[in-house]
C-alpha cells in the first residue's frame, strides 16, 4: 500500500457559509489535512476577513459575496446564483492548474453541488454533504407548507443532487430515514454527526474551573452563569432563554447569561434585554473564534439550548448541546425529536418547546441541586463514549480514501 503521505492528493471543499466559523467543514478540512490531503476551501467572505488565506494547512478563497442573513426568498436565490457562479469558475481555474482528486460540497442550497459539473464529466468523484435539509429549512423560514411549488421544487432537486453525487453525508440515524424516505438508496448515504472536535472541546485541556474554583463548586463565588452559544435566530429560542432568565431573575443570586453568536434575531434579543431590565446581567458577545467558545463553555454553570419545535428544528441535533456535554456542563434542552433520539431525561433537563415558563423551572432545578446537576452531567457522557469525533472522522476519511483511490498503511 502507498504511504498517505506520499501521495499529497488535492481536494476542494465549496462551502456557502463562512471560513473557519463554520465548525463542521473546519472539521472535516482539518482532518483531511491531517490525512495527509491538500485542502482547498471556497467559501463567503465575512466582514474584514482577507480574501485568501492559510488556515491550519488548509488553503481558503473567499469569494465576493454578500450574506444576506434574514432576508426574503429572492434575495436568497440572487445570492445563492451569484455564488454559484462564481465557485463553478474558480473551481473550473484551479482544477485546470492543479487537479483536484475530489471535490466536497456543503449545502445549502442543494443545488451547489451541479457547480462541479466539469469535474465529474471528467471522473472526479463528488460528495454531497447535507448539513440542512433544505426543504424543511425553507418550510420554517418562510412558513411554506409541504405541497408549495416552491418546497416541491426543493425537494427535487435534493433528489437529483443525491443522485448527482458519488457520495451523500448524513447527520444522523433519523436524517438518513428521511433520506431513503425519498428515494435516496442507504447505500449511497454516509452517516457523519456533528460531534465536537476533541482537540478544540478537551476536557482534559479545558480548565474546568471559574476564578480558580473547580467544577460543581461555581456557586461559591456567588455566580450562576448561564451560557447559550450559536446562531441567533428566531428557531433557536433565544428570546425564551431570555425571558426565562426574566423570571428567575430574583430567585437566582448572581444569575448571568452569556450569550456568544450573530444573526437576524439579534436585533430583537438586544430588544427583549433593555425592556426587561437585564442589561446588567446579559452580555451579548457576538460571534467569537471557536478556540474562544471551550472556555466560556468551562466558565458556565449551565448550557442551554432552547431551539423551538417546527418540521426543520425536529430534524436536527443542536451541537452546542453536544459540545455542553463534552465539556461535562449541564444541560437544559427543548424535547425535540432528533435530541429525544439521542438524550434521556437523566441526561438532559428537558422542557417543552416553546414554553419559557418550563425552561425557568429547569434552571431553577439545577440550580438548587448542584450536586444532582453535575451527576447529571456525568450521566450525559454516555453519549461520547458512543458518539465522538474520533470514530465519525474515521468513518468519513474512509469515504474520501475510498473515493480517491487512496490508500495507507
Not at 463554520?22 to 490525512?35: F, G, I, Q, V
Not at 426574503?72 to 440572487?78: I, R, S, W
Not at 463553478?88 to 442550497?109: K, M
Request: hydrophobic share 40%; proline share 7%.
Amino acid at each position: 500500500m502507498r504511504n498517505r503521505n506520499d501521495t499529497n492528493q488535492r481536494l476542494c471543499i465549496i462551502t456557502h457559509s463562512g471560513y473557519p466559523v463554520e465548525p463542521r467543514a473546519r472539521r472535516m478540512a482539518e482532518a483531511l489535512t491531517a490525512r495527509g490531503y491538500s485542502v482547498d476551501v471556497l467559501c463567503l467572505r465575512l466582514p474584514d476577513q482577507p480574501t485568501e488565506e492559510t488556515v491550519n494547512g488548509v488553503r481558503v478563497m473567499r469569494l465576493p459575496v454578500t450574506r444576506h442573513q434574514g432576508a426574503g426568498p429572492l434575495m436568497y436565490l440572487a445570492e445563492y446564483v451569484r455564488f454559484f457562479l462564481l465557485a463553478a469558475w474558480r473551481l473550473g481555474a484551479l482544477h485546470r492548474r492543479h487537479p483536484y482528486a475530489l471535490v466536497q460540497v456543503h449545502n445549502p442550497p442543494d443545488a451547489l453541488v451541479f457547480c462541479t459539473l466539469p469535474l465529474k464529466l471528467s471522473r472526479v468523484p463528488v460528495i454531497l454533504d447535507l448539513r440542512e435539509l433544505t426543504p424543511e429549512l425553507f418550510m420554517s423560514r418562510f412558513g411554506l407548507a409541504r405541497h408549495s411549488a416552491v418546497v416541491r421544487i426543493l425537494t427535487v432537486l435534493e433528489r437529483w443532487a443525491c443522485r448527482y453525487a458519488n457520495a451523500a453525508l448524513v447527520l444522523h440515524e433519523r436524517h438518513r430515514r428521511i433520506m431513503t424516505g425519498r428515494g435516496i438508496p442507504d447505500a449511497r448515504l454516509t452517516e457523519v454527526m456533528n460531534c465536537p472536535d476533541e482537540r478544540v472541546f478537551d476536557p482534559t485541556k479545558t480548565p474546568l474551573s471559574r476564578d480558580g474554583l473547580p467544577l460543581g463548586q461555581h456557586a461559591a463565588d456567588g455566580k450562576f452563569v448561564v451560557i447559550h452559544h450559536g446562531g441567533m435566530m428566531q428557531r433557536y429560542g433565544v428570546d425564551l432563554l431570555v425571558r426565562a432568565l426574566a423570571s428567575v431573575r430574583d430567585q437566582i443570586p448572581g444569575l448571568q447569561l452569556e450569550l456568544y453568536g450573530t444573526g437576524d434575531f439579534r436585533p430583537e434579543i438586544e430588544r427583549m434585554v433593555a425592556e426587561l431590565g437585564l442589561a446588567d446581567i446579559v452580555n451579548l458577545h457576538g460571534q467569537q473564534p471557536l478556540e474562544l467558545i471551550p472556555p466560556a463553555i468551562a466558565a458556565a454553570d449551565v448550557g442551554v439550548a432552547p431551539m423551538r419545535q417546527d418540521i426543520f428544528t425536529d430534524c436536527g441535533l443542536p451541537t452546542k448541546l453536544l459540545e455542553y456535554v463534552a465539556l461535562g456542563i449541564p444541560g437544559v434542552a427543548s424535547r425535540t425529536a432528533t435530541t429525544a433520539d439521542y438524550f434521556d431525561d437523566s441526561m438532559v433537563q428537558f422542557f417543552r418547546p416553546g414554553d419559557a415558563a418550563d425552561l425557568a423551572e429547569k434552571l431553577l432545578v439545577l440550580y438548587r441541586d448542584p450536586v444532582a446537576a453535575q451527576a447529571q452531567a456525568a450521566r450525559a457522557r454516555r453519549f461520547t463514549e458512543a458518539h465522538n469525533w474520533p470514530g465519525e472522522r474515521a468513518r468519513y476519511l474512509d469515504l474520501v480514501d475510498r473515493l480517491t483511490g487512496a490508500q495507507c498503511y
